[in-house]
């Protein structure tokens, strides 16, 4: 995911709902790929990652999707609580990038009672 | 086990001042890794240490530079200020072993210059 000016494009989900978040990555060679969630004033909390040898994740609550071919990640979340609320954002990086994480603009989340 | 932890958690300083900024990783984590966050620019990766030495460099002047300990402990410090290095400074730890390991954060260190 390339890191864009940030005009934070807005999920809004009723609570209870399940939730999409999409993440166009940049390159090719990428083979880690990571969600995280940031809270307001807090550091990104580990999510889920995945490996470019799988297309699927599954965690509690959470599923990755791997669309190697189109370079296309998504985040669902099941039976969005009001504390998934956050901005997530999406990492890519692997061997071709050493230890370093190229992050995407990231989506706020807003879940309504 | 003790999260990633960073002080300080906020500092003021004005144009031309330098400042030193502290991560400690989780206890047996080896590399550490610093981002810088703004709202314009996103979070954007500065440079990862490992065992004492810069493994990887990310596109910011010499300005931002940084050093690790023997406990593992890493230190980043910002040269001559400007009012553009106004963000939120995180470091990550890992293991350090291999290309494919999570990173995990720290709360940040917000720095505004004014």
């Known amino acids: 995911g390339e890191s864009v000016g940030l005009h934070l494009p807005t999920l809004s989900v009723q609570e209870g709902d399940n939730s999409i978040i999409n993440c166009a990555y940049s390159?090719?060679?990428?083979?880690?790929f990571i969600w995280y969630k940031q809270e307001s004033g807090k550091g990104p909390q580990f999510i889920i990652d995945?490996?470019?040898?799988?297309d699927k994740r599954q965690g509690q609550r959470v599923t990755v999707l791997l669309n190697k071919t189109v370079k296309h990640l998504s985040l669902q979340i099941a039976a969005t609580q009001p504390g998934d609320s956050a901005v997530y954002f999406c990492?890519?990086?692997?061997?071709?990038?050493?230890?370093?994480?190229?992050f995407g603009g990231g989506t706020r989340v807003l879940v309504k009672p | 086990k003790a999260g990633v932890t960073q002080t300080p958690r906020y500092l003021i300083k004005t144009r031309g001042q330098q400042v030193t900024l502290s991560c400690s990783p989780i206890?047996?984590?080896?590399?550490v890794s610093w981002y810088q966050q703004t709202p314009g620019q996103g979070l954007q990766f500065l440079f990862e240490?490992?065992?004492?030495?810069?493994?990887n460099k990310g596109n910011f002047p010499g300005r931002f530079s940084g050093r690790q300990f023997s406990n593992s402990r890493s230190e980043m410090n910002v040269s001559t200020l400007e009012l553009g290095d106004s963000a939120l400074y995180l470091c990550?730890?890992?293991?350090?072993?291999?290309?494919?390991?999570?990173?995990?954060f720290g709360p940040g260190t917000r720095l505004l210059v004014l």
């Open positions: 990492a890519e990086g692997g061997k071709a990038a050493g230890n370093k994480l190229t």
């Open positions: 206890s047996g984590h080896r590399s």
């Open positions: 995945i490996r470019s040898n799988m």
């Open positions: 240490y490992f065992s004492e030495t810069q493994r």
């Open positions: 990550a730890s890992s293991w350090g072993r291999t290309d494919q390991e999570t990173q995990y």
């Open positions: 390159n090719s060679a990428s083979d880690y």
